[in-house]
């Protein structure tokens, strides 16, 4: 996929609109918990205000009702933070309430080159959402350039990614520079990996990763699958999982998948052992489990000795890219699995230099938590973009960003 990109683009004396992805964790007292994303998009910001443009901002934030404006889902905490972030060199005008209407249309008239023009969350309205065409151009409306630096959100065909970009048929439309940044990783590492290379899948659904295993088993040397969604894998292979998380109408899909992966040049490696509890809580007996989980117990994490096993193969790895949890590891003692792989993938980074990608969402605050985000090559800023691109997908949000 060829796309126009940030080096495409004049920037002087225009209005250039960037989608970026502000969706950040805010706690009750309206404190940002983490300002990642925020500050994953200064340099595209910077790029646009030192080249001589007005920077004009839209971005979600939760998951408001679509019908006008709700307190607790405002972009004001981060109107205040991108201003610390930017300096006050580069002054930002937040439009609190809306997106559209004379409000906005007026902060961007009264702006100047260098300075930031901050909407408020684009699902206050309901035709974020629903790829409205009319909200699109009034979006639109506001700026004389497009910007796509929101790669969490590329797999949803929104207006801010279709319609808005849509609306400006004339008008340059590229991609930001961390858009670039997670394309050249996931896309060039998924069309000519180094080898040989793995692919980690965790999280609770088969369902959900169904498309992504279908599509990397003709790709990986091996893909481990670990996660609640092991158990529907486990219970196809005919072991006894207790009251682990099971998808019934999943299992005779992963039967299928086992058998295609032992037919291939593909090694499918699931848990041989599990860290067991009754319940998901603080302080409650835990167990290691072998040779399958008795009743009443349920699978929680890999086992020390699967950990073993997957760290000895990390460490031959040359690419690796990582998509979901493999454990609770919101509760510890079932985080060990999971950060005992993170620690795996900042070695194998630093001693032999491999390439490792974090697929964004639960995976990116796992390897957080675990101390080693900075060791590593790439961290995504989009779960669901990231799991969309393992499967082949096309991104709705690069459509009218590409050369042709």
Same mark, same amino acid.
């Given at each position: 996929m060829s796309i126009r990109r940030m080096k495409d683009l004049d920037c002087r004396d225009k209005r250039v609109l960037i989608r970026v992805d502000f969706n950040v964790p805010i706690d009750e007292s309206g404190r940002i918990i983490d300002d990642h994303r925020i500050a994953a998009a200064i340099p595209t910001i910077r790029h646009v205000l030192a080249t001589?443009?007005?920077?004009?901002l839209m971005s979600h934030l939760g998951r408001p009702a679509g019908k006008g404006f709700e307190k607790a889902f405002s972009l004001a905490p981060v109107a205040e933070r991108l201003q610390l972030l930017l300096g006050k060199e580069h002054p930002v005008h937040f439009v609190s309430g809306g997106c559209v209407g004379d409000a906005a249309k007026k902060a961007v008239d009264a702006a100047s080159p260098g300075e930031v023009v901050l909407l408020d969350n684009l699902r206050f309205e309901a035709g974020e959402k629903g790829n409205d065409t009319a909200f699109g151009a009034a979006i639109a409306s506001l700026a004389d350039a497009?910007?796509?630096?929101?790669?969490?959100?590329?797999?949803?065909?929104?207006? %801010?990614?279709?319609?808005? &970009?849509?609306?400006?048929?004339?008008?340059?439309?590229?991609?930001?520079?961390?858009?670039?940044?997670?394309?050249?990783?996931?896309?060039?590492?998924? %069309?000519?990996?180094?080898? &040989?290379?793995s692919v980690i899948l965790g999280g609770a659904k088969v369902s959900d990763k169904l498309a992504a295993i279908r599509n990397l088993l003709p790709r990986a040397d091996v893909i481990f699958v670990g996660g609640a969604m092991a158990y529907t894998f486990l219970h196809a292979a005919g072991e006894t999982i207790g009251e682990s998380l099971l998808e019934e109408d999943m299992v005779e899909t992963a039967s299928a998948l086992i058998e295609e992966a032992a037919s291939s040049d593909t090694e499918l490696m699931l848990p041989i052992d599990h860290r067991c509890a009754q319940e998901i809580a603080p302080d409650v007996p835990i167990r290691v489990c072998e040779l399958g989980i008795p009743p009443g117990w349920m699978g929680l994490d890999i086992g020390p000795e699967t950990l073993e096993a997957w760290q000895t193969r990390i460490l031959d790895m040359k690419t690796i890219i990582w998509n979901g949890p493999v454990g609770v590891f919101e509760q510890p003692p079932f985080d060990q699995g999971t950060t005992g792989l993170a620690e795996s993938l900042a070695q194998v980074t630093r001693k032999h230099h491999a390439v490792t990608i974090i697929g964004g969402g639960e995976t990116a605050a796992a390897v957080k938590a675990a101390g080693v985000a900075d060791r590593l090559s790439h961290i995504s800023t989009g779960g669901g973009a990231s799991l969309r691109m393992l499967e082949g997908a096309d991104l709705p949000g690069l459509a009218s960003l590409e050369t042709g």
């Amino acid at each position: 996929m060829s796309i126009r990109r940030m080096k495409d683009l004049d920037c002087r004396d225009k209005r250039v609109l960037i989608r970026v992805d502000f969706n950040v964790p805010i706690d009750e007292s309206g404190r940002i918990i983490d300002d990642h994303r925020i500050a994953a998009a200064i340099p595209t910001i910077r790029h646009v205000l030192a080249t001589g443009g007005i920077a004009i901002l839209m971005s979600h934030l939760g998951r408001p009702a679509g019908k006008g404006f709700e307190k607790a889902f405002s972009l004001a905490p981060v109107a205040e933070r991108l201003q610390l972030l930017l300096g006050k060199e580069h002054p930002v005008h937040f439009v609190s309430g809306g997106c559209v209407g004379d409000a906005a249309k007026k902060a961007v008239d009264a702006a100047s080159p260098g300075e930031v023009v901050l909407l408020d969350n684009l699902r206050f309205e309901a035709g974020e959402k629903g790829n409205d065409t009319a909200f699109g151009a009034a979006i639109a409306s506001l700026a004389d350039a497009y910007v796509n630096d929101a790669f969490g959100t590329a797999h949803r065909a929104h207006a %801010s990614m279709v319609a808005v &970009p849509a609306a400006m048929p004339g008008a340059p439309r590229v991609a930001g520079l961390l858009l670039e940044k997670e394309l050249r990783y996931l896309s060039e590492t998924l %069309s000519s990996p180094d080898h &040989p290379f793995s692919v980690i899948l965790g999280g609770a659904k088969v369902s959900d990763k169904l498309a992504a295993i279908r599509n990397l088993l003709p790709r990986a040397d091996v893909i481990f699958v670990g996660g609640a969604m092991a158990y529907t894998f486990l219970h196809a292979a005919g072991e006894t999982i207790g009251e682990s998380l099971l998808e019934e109408d999943m299992v005779e899909t992963a039967s299928a998948l086992i058998e295609e992966a032992a037919s291939s040049d593909t090694e499918l490696m699931l848990p041989i052992d599990h860290r067991c509890a009754q319940e998901i809580a603080p302080d409650v007996p835990i167990r290691v489990c072998e040779l399958g989980i008795p009743p009443g117990w349920m699978g929680l994490d890999i086992g020390p000795e699967t950990l073993e096993a997957w760290q000895t193969r990390i460490l031959d790895m040359k690419t690796i890219i990582w998509n979901g949890p493999v454990g609770v590891f919101e509760q510890p003692p079932f985080d060990q699995g999971t950060t005992g792989l993170a620690e795996s993938l900042a070695q194998v980074t630093r001693k032999h230099h491999a390439v490792t990608i974090i697929g964004g969402g639960e995976t990116a605050a796992a390897v957080k938590a675990a101390g080693v985000a900075d060791r590593l090559s790439h961290i995504s800023t989009g779960g669901g973009a990231s799991l969309r691109m393992l499967e082949g997908a096309d991104l709705p949000g690069l459509a009218s960003l590409e050369t042709g």
